[in-house]
């Protein structure tokens, strides 16, 4: 069974930064993992993706320039850094994810919640002074 924890939010004020983690459990060969968050009353939007087999990774408009996803030291861990965050940026994030049959590659631009099958259950992010 596939399992997705997410881990670092919190409450920040605006132009900090924070990292969140994402640990994926239950895969039996590659993936693609991808973060996306929802404000409050708005939809659930893409940010960035990454592939555990050759590290591929994309971005939507929106976090490109102050976030950026990487494999993290623990193994099956993907992290999101986020700099210079904003109030806009106030939303719970979610890390999701995909097997990646062999053979196939992450595809370029922002992930879209359709084509994930695995979510996590979310971490809360607050900007504010």
């Known amino acids: 069974e596939v399992q997705l924890v997410e881990s670092g939010g919190g409450l920040v004020r605006p132009g900090e930064s924070l990292r969140l983690t994402c640990a994926a459990s239950g895969f039996t060969g590659d993936y693609i993992i991808a973060w996306f968050r929802q404000a409050p009353g708005k939809e659930r939007e893409g940010l960035s993706s990454i592939s555990s087999s050759d590290g591929n990774s994309y971005y939507s408009d929106s976090a490109r320039g102050r976030f950026a996803i990487s494999k993290g030291n623990a193994k099956n861990t993907v992290s999101l850094e986020m700099n210079d965050l904003k109030p806009e940026d106030t939303a719970v994030y979610y890390c999701?994810?995909?097997?990646?049959?062999?053979?196939?590659?992450?595809?370029?631009?922002?992930?879209?919640?359709?084509?994930?099958?695995?979510w996590g259950q979310g971490t809360q992010v607050t900007v504010s002074s």
């Open positions: 999701a994810a995909v097997d990646l049959p062999p053979g196939a590659r992450l595809m370029p631009g922002a992930p879209r919640v359709s084509e994930y099958d695995y």
